[in-house]
């Protein structure tokens, strides 16, 4: 008995307790290793479908300096807003120049405004965007919440995933205006003949006979043959009567003939009552922000309805679902007609600059949602 209970006692083994915690620590660890997973091939998708985008962009421009393309038959690309997952690309594919559609990948969006860029025949964009001046495309993976940018400058230089792009630093070019070869000078004036009076017969502008110097004979002269003309006699304004004619008394009046027309009073519409239909509006209508300026990186603008009844709930959000933007609302509430001081904020990231959209609105509606640009530099 006794040698039995000491084998018993030297025996080893694991609780449940301590069989429960290892099980949840192996499932932590593989949850994290699933999601890491997850998240890298959501990056490398969306990494994959900013450099396809940004492959026909070189095309489009290279496009444009092989054909040493005219205005109006320039390459290009263009995209159509926030959410949006098709771009059309304009150049020469081989049968010329034509516009084709493309689709990014599944579960990609662009995360910018509507933006189109067009290169002339030095492979230069034709005209810079606004404010940032390179023109910034942001593609988006809704799944991981997260963007790369697409830059392009002024110069048409491509460039994927760039974190400082300070075209906008640039200072502009004042291009010097060249003269050409041709002369502009003033000509030297030519002489005008002088004619002799000698050699021009005198015109006879007398009321008598005689001898015509121009025909040489004797009579009347041609030039006097035109009778003078009989003065014409004044109509009398005071004329009764009659359909005649003569203007005098015997015959119409024409300034009398024709009553003076008596003014048709126009009609005041009854509204009945009607209430004024609600609006919503903004001021101002854009902002320009900068990620890295002191005193640019935050903006404001009024939201205000007019004509609004009872109580309503504002929301202001970025367009496409985006999150390149700190967006705070003043008042989320606003009973009747009233105002909301719509604020926004940058975010540091290179994902985080272009031109964006905000959408505010009143919940019930009051009338159509107004629309803030955002653009936002380094």
């Not at 049968?95 to 990609?108: C, M, P, Q, Y």
């Not at 760039?162 to 070869?181: N, R």
Request: proline share 7%.
């Amino acid at each position: 008995m006794h040698g039995n209970s000491r084998s018993f006692k030297q025996q080893r083994g694991f609780t449940v307790v301590q069989m429960v915690i290892t099980i949840a620590i192996i499932a932590i660890v593989s949850t994290i290793g699933i999601l890491g997973i997850r998240t890298a091939r959501a990056q490398f998708k969306m990494q994959n479908a900013a450099r396809v985008f940004a492959s026909y962009v070189e095309k489009a421009r290279a496009d444009s300096v092989r054909r040493h393309a005219t205005s109006g038959n320039q390459a290009s690309v263009e995209m159509f807003g926030e959410g949006t997952t098709s771009y059309a690309v304009t150049m020469d594919f081989g049968n010329g120049v034509e516009t084709r559609s493309f689709e990014l990948d599944s579960g990609i969006t662009f995360g910018t405004a509507a933006l189109k860029v067009t290169f002339d025949w030095r492979g230069r964009l034709t005209e810079q965007c606004p404010v940032t001046k390179a023109c910034v495309f942001q593609i988006k993976n809704d799944s991981i919440k997260d963007q790369v940018p697409v830059d392009v400058s002024g110069s048409g230089d491509i460039t994927v995933g760039a974190q400082h792009f300070p075209d906008q630093l640039i200072p502009e070019i004042a291009l010097s205006v060249v003269p050409d070869d041709v002369d502009h000078g003033t000509p030297t004036p030519t002489a005008t003949p002088t004619p002799d009076p000698a050699a021009t017969p005198p015109i006879d502008t007398g009321g008598g006979g005689g001898v015509d110097p121009v025909d040489g004979g004797g009579g009347t002269d041609p030039v006097d043959t035109t009778p003078s003309p009989s003065p014409t006699p004044t109509p009398n304004g005071n004329g009764n009567g009659g359909t005649g004619g003569n203007s005098g008394n015997g015959g119409n009046n024409g300034t009398n003939s024709t009553p003076t027309p008596t003014p048709t009073p126009t009609p005041t519409p009854d509204t009945g009552g009607t209430i004024p239909q609600c609006l919503s509006t903004i001021s101002p209508s854009s902002l320009s922000l900068s990620q890295s300026a002191s005193g640019q990186q935050s903006g404001s603008a009024t939201f205000t309805m007019t004509n609004a009844t009872g109580v309503r709930t504002i929301s202001a959000n970025q367009l496409g679902n985006g999150n390149s933007l700190n967006i705070a609302v003043s008042l989320l509430r606003i009973d009747g007609s009233g105002s909301s001081v719509i604020t926004v904020t940058t975010k540091n990231g290179a994902g985080n600059r272009g031109q964006f959209t905000v959408e505010v609105a009143g919940s019930p509606a009051c009338g159509t949602s107004a629309k803030l640009t955002v653009f936002v530099s380094n």
